[in-house]
């Protein structure tokens, strides 16, 4: 079965610092692996998606996340952090061979990230 | 602008009270999904639709029925809410296939007493 992991309910950065919120994964065949955000009072937001090539994936507002599928793992990084990314993340996988609800994702927890001044 | 409209943002109602939660996207997706989100729980799908007139339960499906009349629309019903499905809804969708990302509404945030 198919299963996300944020091992981190929170994250605390400070303004400047690099960041890292970390996803793991499980799924049967080859993983489609997404990076949402969710500021308060809207919906979420998509930010970067893996599909296959490059381990290092780049995305919007200067996030990038790395594949790693010895380690299943697909963690969302940035190198100097902004107050403004203080938000709610979501890591999301599909697996390819899911034909059954091909738009399934299935979510991660969530990892609250804040960054302070 | 593309985007997912839900409507309305914000709705209190009382158990038993029949409602409906309208979604429409203007993107031309084929599939359209309805997932809640409760705390520590994370986002769960309740329904979803490949295409108009197929439709298919998700995870948390019970107490919830869903249409697909046109491709633009995927209304969320309830026939008899309960205090059970106090929550955030959000309605999603995208193009058939596994690498594209799901696009979501706004949310609605709802409270059943």
């Known amino acids: 079965a198919q299963s996300v992991a944020q091992p981190e309910d929170q994250v605390n950065v400070a303004e400047g610092n690099p960041l890292t919120v970390k996803c793991t994964y499980s799924?049967?065949?080859?993983?489609?692996l997404f990076w949402y955000v969710q500021y308060p009072n809207r919906g979420l937001q998509f930010l970067l998606k893996?599909?296959?090539?490059?381990?290092l994936v780049k995305g919007s507002y200067g996030f990038e996340a790395e594949f790693n599928k010895s380690q299943t793992s697909f963690h969302l990084k940035k190198p100097s952090a902004l107050v403004s990314d203080s938000a709610l993340y979501f890591c999301?996988?599909?697996?390819?061979?899911?034909?059954?609800?091909?738009?399934?994702?299935?979510f991660g927890q969530g990892t609250t990230l804040q960054v302070k001044p | 602008e593309a985007q997912v409209t839900q409507n309305p943002r914000y709705l209190i109602t009382v158990t038993g009270k029949k409602l409906t939660v309208t979604c429409s996207q203007n993107?031309?997706?084929?599939?359209m999904s309805w997932y809640r989100q409760d705390p520590g729980l994370g986002l769960r799908q309740i329904y979803y639709?490949?295409?108009?007139?197929?439709?298919d339960k998700g995870d948390v499906p019970e107490g919830y029925k869903v249409s697909r009349k046109e491709k633009r629309n995927f209304p969320l019903i309830l026939e008899s809410p309960s205090p059970n499905q106090t929550s955030l809804y959000f309605c999603a969708s995208s193009f058939a296939g596994g690498n594209s990302p799901l696009h979501f509404g706004n949310g609605t945030r709802l409270t059943v007493t």
């Open positions: 993107m031309n997706h084929e599939y």
């Open positions: 799924v049967s065949g080859n993983p489609y």
């Open positions: 639709s490949m295409n108009v007139e197929v439709t």
């Open positions: 999301a996988v599909r697996d390819e061979y899911s034909t059954s609800n091909t738009g399934k994702l299935i």
């Open positions: 893996y599909i296959t090539g490059d381990n």
